[in-house]
């Protein structure tokens, strides 16, 4: 539902953000509902009325602004109750992202706790450890199959924490910038080399990697890595 990561790119609308859509099996999940969210799954023909669950790994606005309209959405103006939220307590507690008048229409709100497994009907997905990131933020692993590598520093286990057979990684940077808490491209090369997963996608781009030409950079990559990395375009959808 986008590709867009951090304020400018966001603020500017150069790629869509309105963050992940995952299907399994009749359960749908949205992921992470950036500013727009809620207009690329109209445009996108999703009905937010059928969706199961909303889940945010932070509270960062690119990542958490369309949350309340999805939860009406989700809920049909909470005349329907259904679906659950996950989210970290932090998006509840402190500064709060998720309205009040609207935490009841959601069969249950559920804060993530850390290496933790969730299961939404037919979906399973573990939290990793809390990712160094300045607001409580974790990354996924849905089964051996996807691994969701969150806005998120480096940290010593972030590739056993998210290594599976497809890995989507969040690359705000270019470079590395020891005073900004984002995987940088290296870094993301470095996470995708030791994995070794069948397919990377890298996403969420800052406005240097946007610069640079994702797919160019993606292709350099593959190169530098041996494995096929692709950079996703809004509206991508993968069958994994
Ligand atoms: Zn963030």
Not at 41 to 68: C, W
Not at 75 to 102: M, S
Not at 115 to 126: A, K, N, P, Q, S
Not at 136 to 143: A, C
Request: hydrophobic content about 40%; some cysteine; aromatic content about 8%.
């Amino acid at each position: 539902m986008g590709t867009a990561g951090a304020r400018f790119m966001v603020a500017k609308q150069l790629a869509a953000s309105g963050g992940l859509y995952i299907e399994e099996g009749s359960t749908r999940l949205a992921c992470d509902p950036g500013p727009g969210a809620v207009v690329q799954y109209a445009k996108r023909k999703v009905d937010l009325a059928r969706l199961d669950g909303i889940l945010v790994s932070h509270r960062h606005l690119d990542h958490s602004s369309d949350v309340n309209v999805m939860i009406e959405g989700m809920t049909e103006g909470g005349f329907r109750p259904r679906g659950k939220l996950f989210c970290p307590a932090d998006a509840l507690d402190h500064d709060p992202v998720v309205l009040h008048y609207l935490r009841a229409f959601p069969r249950e709100v559920v804060r993530l706790e850390p290496t933790t497994v969730y299961r939404l009907g037919d979906l399973e997905f573990t939290t990793t450890r809390r990712h160094p990131h300045g607001a409580e933020t974790y990354g996924f692993r849905f089964g051996q199959r996807l691994g969701w590598v969150t806005d998120s520093d480096w940290y010593d286990a972030i590739v056993e924490d998210h290594q599976a057979e497809v890995m989507v990684l969040h690359t705000v940077l270019l470079d590395e910038r020891p005073d900004l808490p984002h995987l940088s491209i290296p870094e993301a090369a470095r996470i995708i080399a030791e994995a070794r997963p069948r397919l990377a996608i890298i996403t969420h781009f800052g406005m240097n990697v946007w610069r640079a030409h994702p797919w160019e950079v993606a292709e350099q990559m593959t190169q530098a890595t041996g494995i096929q990395v692709k950079a996703a375009r809004d509206g991508m959808s993968l069958e994994i």
